[in-house]
């Protein structure tokens, strides 16, 4: 059965800082991998997908790389910003239809 | 486009009460998802449909119901609420193959009394 899990479950650094997030799973035959972020009573906003095949992908400050071989795949974001502040969630797609979720490391970006 | 959209925002009931949430989406999607949110448990499957007419259990489908019977829309059915289901319910969808996101609704906070 496949895991997800999300370490640390908080983050809390100075504005400017670059930083990595971590998400790990258990089960290496994934399908995908999708980061998400999500502000407090909102609903998610995909970020980054990477196929099961892809080593990373990027958009703006954003950069995402995914190792199967050791279940892992990290967030990586430049020059924080306060307005990052907020949940950050990856989502492993296990099998061709399912998706499970980690339980996400809540950000905040001190100005 | 609206992308996916939720009806109702909030919702209380008592014990025993049913409800239908509404999902729908204007993207010509084929799968659609519901996931339950609570506190330090991440998002869970409920139940989820790969095209109109389908539908297929996830992760935690006691208690629920759902139904699929046009491709934009995808129904949640609580039959008989309990307080287990109160929680922050959301919608998602995606087209078919492994390039495409899954594209999230605003949620339904639901509270059981």
């Known amino acids: 059965k496949q895991e997800v899990t999300q370490i640390p479950a908080a983050l809390s650094v100075p504005e400017g800082e670059n930083l990595v997030l971590n998400c790990s799973f258990t089960d290496s035959a994934i399908y995908n991998l999708q980061w998400f972020r999500q502000d407090p009573g909102k609903g998610l906003t995909s970020l980054l997908l990477i196929q099961s095949s892809q080593r990373e992908q990027t958009s703006g400050r954003l950069n995402a790389s995914l190792d199967k071989s050791s279940g892992r795949s990290t967030l990586y974001i430049a020059a924080s910003q306060p307005g990052d502040s907020a949940t950050y969630l990856c989502a492993v797609g296990s099998g061709t239809y399912k998706y499970i979720f980690g339980t996400g490391t809540r950000l905040k970006v001190l100005a | 486009n609206a992308g996916v959209t939720q009806t109702p925002k909030f919702r209380v009931l008592k014990t025993g009460q049913s409800m239908t949430l509404l999902c729908a989406q204007d993207?010509?999607?084929?799968?659609m998802y519901w996931y339950r949110q609570d506190p330090g448990m991440g998002l869970r499957l409920i139940h989820y449909s790969v095209g109109e007419g389908t539908t297929a259990k996830g992760e935690v489908p006691d208690g629920y119901n759902v139904s699929r019977l046009k491709k934009q829309n995808f129904l949640l059915g609580l039959e008989s609420a309990a307080p287990s289901q109160t929680s922050v319910y959301f919608c998602a969808s995606r087209p078919t193959g492994k390039d495409y996101e899954q594209y999230f609704g605003p949620g339904t906070r639901l509270t059981v009394t």
């Open positions: 993207m010509n999607h084929e799968y």
